[in-house]
């Protein structure tokens, strides 16, 4: 069945540092894949997506790019801020034999951005 | 700018008691979805629903789940008798079409089972 793996957190950094969040994924065929952000108090939030292989999403600064090839697609923001702080969940879309399609979670990474 | 909306935030219920958590999709999605997440884990698919049945169901939405979708607006969760286990923040997420369109998601009920 499909899977998704992201790092463990919580993933502590200073502002403007570099970020990185690792995901894997497992999917039978040509998975959709997401980054969705959850502010402290909010919903999941779309932060960018991308639905074919070297695809790259990129949003408010974050980009992931799909890599078939090692089944990644690895969060990135060049330079953070303290209003990034939140947990990061990365998934994927893949479509049944049904033709219907659901999210596939991983199991979140907490960000925290000290000033 | 639309959005999904979920009522209540927060409810505290006793085991073995009914729950119905109530979400109101975008006016204009065809697609419904619940998610769960238990505290520390993954974010889990319940089920999703098109066309005013059931679309596809996880392993988890076993007979004590049922969905509804009683007007034009509202799209209900009910659990029957409550376990333990039960208490999570659950999501509902709806969206206007299948493969890659986005899902939007409401801001979640957490349910506290005593």
């Known amino acids: 069945g499909n899977s998704v793996t992201q790092m463990e957190g919580p993933v502590t950094l200073s502002e403007e540092a570099f970020l990185t969040i690792n995901c894997t994924y497992t999917a039978t065929g040509y998975p959709s894949l997401f980054w969705y952000v959850q502010y402290p108090g909010e919903g999941l939030q779309l932060l960018l997506k991308?639905?074919?292989?070297?695809d790259k999403g990129s949003n408010k600064g974050f980009e992931a790019t799909y890599r078939k090839e090692t089944t990644s697609f690895h969060l990135e923001k060049g330079s953070v801020q303290v209003s990034d702080s939140a947990v990061y969940f990365c998934?994927?879309?893949?479509?049944?034999?049904?033709?219907?399609?659901?999210?596939?979670f991983g199991k979140g990474t907490m960000l925290l951005v000290s000033p | 700018e639309p959005e999904v909306t979920q009522t209540p935030s927060h409810q505290v219920t006793q085991m073995g008691q009914e729950v119905i958590l109530r979400c109101v999709p975008i006016?204009?999605?065809?697609?419904f979805y619940w998610y769960r997440q238990i505290l520390g884990q993954k974010v889990e698919f319940l089920v999703s629903?098109?066309?005013?049945?059931?679309?596809?169901k996880s392993e988890i939405f076993d007979d004590q789940f049922s969905v509804e979708r009683p007007d034009g607006s509202n799209f209900t969760l009910k659990i029957r008798s409550t376990k333990l286990e039960d208490s999570a923040m659950y999501f509902c997420a709806s969206r206007t079409g299948t493969g890659g369109s986005e899902a939007f998601f409401g801001q979640g009920t957490r349910l506290t089972v005593v």
């Open positions: 629903f098109y066309n005013n049945e059931i679309s596809e």
């Open positions: 998934a994927l879309s893949d479509r049944f034999p049904s033709g219907y399609s659901t999210l596939t």
């Open positions: 006016s204009n999605h065809l697609y």
């Open positions: 991308a639905t074919k292989a070297d």
